[in-house]
């Protein structure tokens, strides 16, 4: 991800693009209150789109003195499916006790599983010792 600094009274922001769509399931924040106080977001905006000029919020949540792992799930608020996007932004809207500088830890971005409808083991039936014992992949 790409990270821009902080400016007095500006957003903190993370972008991530690829050349292809994705789909989009959830994302986790590492963050800690206790070390960090002031520069603990407090306020987020999940971004996704197909550029970054067309942006469009997926959601926007509200941190209340986190300490560790933020789980975010990104899912289509009509279908409840994963969203698929070219592009993505995690925007910092505010920080405890108004503080000017973010401080997130870590973050990562997980895709939806993939489908095993494709798969060999659905159309062909290895049953033979000498089949299985070659079936997995060290």
């Known amino acids: 991800m790409v990270c821009h600094k902080c400016e007095a ?12 769509r994705h789909l989009l399931a959830e994302l986790q924040i590492y963050v800690d209150y206790k070390a960090d106080e002031s520069y603990t977001p407090s306020r987020l905006a999940v971004r996704a789109g197909t550029t970054y000029h067309d ?3 997926v959601c926007v949540v509200e941190l209340k003195e ?3 792992w933020t789980v975010i799930p990104l899912a289509d608020q009509q279908t409840g499916k994963p ?10 809207l505010a920080n405890h006790q108004n503080g000017r500088d973010t401080h997130i830890r ?4 997980f895709g939806a ?3 095993s409808n494709s798969s ?7 049953n033979t010792v000498e089949f299985n014992c070659f079936s997995v992949i060290r």
């Not at 969203?83 to 910092?92: H, K, L, T, Y």
């Not at 870590?106 to 971005?109: D, N, R, T």
């Open 55 to 57: 942006l469009k919020d």
């Open 113 to 115: 599983a993939a489908s």
């Open 66 to 68: 986190p300490i560790g």
């Open 9 to 20: 009274g500006k957003w903190c922001r993370a972008i991530e693009r690829w050349q292809e």
């Open 106 to 109: 870590q973050i990562c971005l």
């Open 120 to 126: 060999l083991s659905s159309t062909w039936q290895f």
């Open 83 to 92: 969203i698929r996007a070219f592009a993505m932004q995690v925007a910092v």
